[in-house]
């Protein structure tokens, strides 16, 4: 699969005011997620803070600037036997670099050109492209993966899933991971976030969602998905779920 990459800035700078960009730099935290304000947050267990003061979830970014993990592998393994495969929210790339080394065609989408840049410079194809914007071989992909807690992108699951079934083919393959070590499998929760870097919070606020296995296959069924498999490895929960077919 070739698929033409759009020109990125030449070699932006990496920053510390940008904590993400700053941990994919490194390969290392902390980086979190921090509710933006008063009045957004519950008091779920999964964003207190233990040092007090805003909730907070972890966001594991050894893992993913790392190689797949077991749990990865199982991803891997489904991925790889229907390609094309579409990485929503890619991040520095493990699981698309993986699956270029075993030759199959994937392709990986993350607003953040740092997360690009260190996709493709580990031998993977990436593109600067929300999942909401135009995206190549639309309705043609047989897999998509949203990952590490990508079910969260934009706040409004409906939204998401909706848009990831039009993006696979007819009968093609999304798999979910349910938000990382959440509260359980109920969880459905809509929240205004911020990166934190562990000492404080900065950028603008973005909506973010968390939700849990039930919660993902009830907003996947309004959408059209129907749930094909549900598996935990290593305490990471995956849904796997099928676009209707034509007609």
Do not use: K
Not at 127 to 140: A, I, K, N, T, Y
């Amino acid at each position: 699969m070739s698929v033409p990459l759009t020109a990125l800035p030449a070699a932006p700078a990496w920053s510390t005011a940008d904590p993400y960009a700053e941990a994919l730099r490194s390969g290392r935290g902390p980086l979190f997620l921090a509710c933006a304000g008063a009045g957004t947050c519950t008091d779920a267990d999964p964003l207190a803070d233990p040092r007090g003061g805003a909730r907070l979830l972890p966001l594991e970014v050894e893992r993913w600037c790392g190689a797949p993990d077991s749990a990865d592998r199982t991803v891997l393994a489904l991925a790889a036997s229907a390609t094309p495969v579409l990485d929503v929210g890619c991040g520095p790339g493990r699981m698309v670099t993986a699956l270029a080394t075993r030759g199959a065609p994937a392709l990986g989408i993350d607003v953040n050109p740092h997360a690009v840049l260190r996709t493709r410079a580990a031998g993977g194809q990436a593109l600067v492209r929300s999942v909401f914007d135009s995206l190549p071989r639309e309705g043609s992909w047989r897999t998509a993966l949203l990952l590490d807690g990508n079910v969260g992108i934009g706040g409004d699951p409906g939204a998401l899933l909706d848009r990831v079934r039009r993006v696979v083919c007819p009968g093609g393959t999304l798999i979910a991971e349910c938000t990382p070590g959440g509260s359980g499998p109920d969880q459905d929760e809509r929240l205004q976030v911020r990166l934190h870097d562990g000492t404080a919070a900065s950028g603008a606020p973005f909506p973010w969602a968390l939700l849990g296995t039930n919660a993902l296959v009830r907003h996947a069924a309004a959408a059209g998905w129907t749930a094909a498999a549900s598996w935990t490895v290593d305490g990471r929960g995956f849904t796997a779920l099928r676009a209707p077919h034509r007609g």
